[in-house]
């Protein structure tokens, strides 16, 4: 039994006329009556009482016709559940993230595609670097990355979600705690944390830029893994961290004093990157709804278009 034999027996139950429910069919009468004979067969019952002047259903096929029916709507409920959901409505989005800056930003994308796409599926990676994940775009193992870079990789698409500015983070017994701007002039003597040098972070390499052009190479005394490890030898006074605002947003920093930079130091920019040769439809409307989720500074002229690549 297949659902086209169940819509025969539908038809002639309903018209009560095998010529009638052949024309309904679009099918001729001699082969709807060897499928309905076909149908009894499997069943073991007769359905129809068939004479030269009517047709009419048996106590059997009273009782058929009823689930009959809910077989052909359920077809039908289920091909709608399909085709009704456009492209790149359900599916899976890789994306990736590091660092304590970027948790907020994770969050509003997240909550903004559940309510909109609850068919896609964020699959979400954390890293230490931006920098990791930024390698895992390029590789086809992520779709999507937060990401920051001093210049594009080929082949990525990307849009601007944040611009983030570089500030100076102080033992809150530093004896320029109380100053409202830093000047990296008066800190020529001072030790400084930062994260590792092999870690490809933008704030270190920025950080060091900073510093030369101000006249002097930084002192750095202690190296460390994350921003959380940085802002705990900050409060413990061990030196002085150059990050980004962001950070201040995300993290608790009891001892810590974050201050503005006298230097204007162009703000690092904060994008969602991902593959132009990624043919991911999800990833589209995930793209398409950060616009909404995370907008960005507005006045950046050089954002890509969601619909690049």
Known sequence: MDLSDIRAFLAVAEELHFTRAAERLHMGQPPLSRTIKELERELG??????????????????????????VVEAFYDARSAV????????????????GASTYRMIGQLARTVNAEYPGIELVLDSSTYADQGLKKVLNGSLDLGIVRWLAPPQGVASRVISKEELVMALPAHHRLAHESEID????????????????????????????????YAP???????????????????????????????????PGVVCRPLKQRIKPLEVRLAWLKS????????????????????????????????
Request: hydrophobic residues 40%; contains cysteine; aromatic residues 6%.
């Open 45 to 70: 019952c007769q359905l129809f009482d068939r004479s030269t002047r009517s047709v009419t259903l048996t106590p059997q096929g009273h009782a058929f016709f009823q689930p009959a029916k809910k």
């Open 83 to 98: 085709t009704d959901i456009g492209p790149g409505s359900i599916g899976r989005v890789r994306i990736g993230f590091s």
């Open 184 to 215: 990296l002039r008066d800190l020529t003597d001072e030790p400084f944390l930062t994260l590792p040098a092999d870690s490809g972070s933008i704030v270190r390499e920025s950080f060091v830029r900073a510093t030369q052009a101000a006249g």
């Open 219 to 253: 002192r750095i005394v202690q190296e460390a893994p994350d921003s959380w490890t940085l802002m705990a030898l900050v409060a413990a006074g061990v030196g002085c961290n150059l990050t980004v605002s962001t950070i201040f947003d995300n993290l608790v920093t």
């Open 278 to 309: 990624n043919r991911n439809s999800a990833l589209r409307q995930v793209v398409k709804l950060s616009v909404r989720a995370l907008p960005g500074p507005a006045s950046d002229e050089d954002e890509k278009s969601p619909q690049n690549g």
